[in-house]
């Protein structure tokens, strides 16, 4: 599929092993997603816009290349999303940050909204999405609906694991959404859990159950 790209680094690769892991506990867990995103950020950001800038070296004047302007928002998927947006801030420190709240119903697995709110105007920026689990898709496309409607056109999208199943149900709503997995898995469960996965990704960040 293209703009679906699954990133194979092997760091990425051992680091997830580990998140799976059910004895990891929440301290080790936060830092190993924060770690992740910014290995995955770093594939992902390959593309960012240069522009020369004109620098003194203790030999001589030169021009050499900076990030380019306005360039950068992270838009977590509450709650779990969060636990990525520092790996992203620490290789773009000048990044916006916008947030998107959304639960999954336990019966439907529909995702409903509580909160929204994204660095104004957007429509400028790339957009970097980010949540670690990618299930049945839903609040993936209802996040990407939401910046679209804001005038957002540069997304991509960034999730450690995924269901097969989601990531084509994402790419079919939004084919010009560049996704970025650590992993895509083997399929969800009854209870639209991704499988093997590593259980609840917002409960293991922040502890709760
Ligand atoms: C989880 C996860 C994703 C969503 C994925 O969030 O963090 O946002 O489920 O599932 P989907 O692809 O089927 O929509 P959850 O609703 O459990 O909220 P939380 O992050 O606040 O725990
Ligand atoms: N959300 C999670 O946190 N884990 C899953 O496996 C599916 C949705």
Do not use: W
């Amino acid at each position: 599929m293209e703009n679906v790209i699954e990133l194979k680094h092997p760091l990425i690769q051992h680091k997830i092993s580990k998140l799976r892991d059910k004895h990891t506990g929440t301290n080790e867990f936060r830092k190993l997603v924060e770690e992740i995103a910014m290995l995955m950020g770093f594939e992902a950001l390959s593309d960012l816009p240069l522009e020369d800038i004109e620098v003194e070296t203790p030999i001589e004047t030169c021009k050499t290349p900076v990030i380019a302007g306005k360039t950068l928002a992270v838009v977590p998927i509450l709650r779990a999303g969060l636990g990525m947006v520092n790996g992203i801030l620490a290789l773009v420190p000048s990044a916006k940050v916008g947030h998107i709240g959304l639960y999954r119903d336990e019966e439907t697995h529909e995702p409903h909204e509580y909160y929204c709110k994204l660095p104004d105007p957007i429509n400028e920026r790339l957009i970097v999405v980010t949540d670690p689990m990618l299930a049945t898709g839903g609040s993936a496309i209802a996040a990407l609906d939401f910046i679209k409607q804001h005038g957002g056109k540069h997304i991509k999208l960034m999730s450690i694991i995924a269901a097969p199943e989601g990531v084509k149900r994402v790419h079919e709503a939004h084919p010009d959404v560049q996704i970025y997995i650590g992993h895509v898995d083997r399929e969800l469960n009854k209870d639209a859990y991704i499988c093997p996965g590593l259980g609840d990704a917002g409960d293991r960040i922040f502890g709760t159950k």
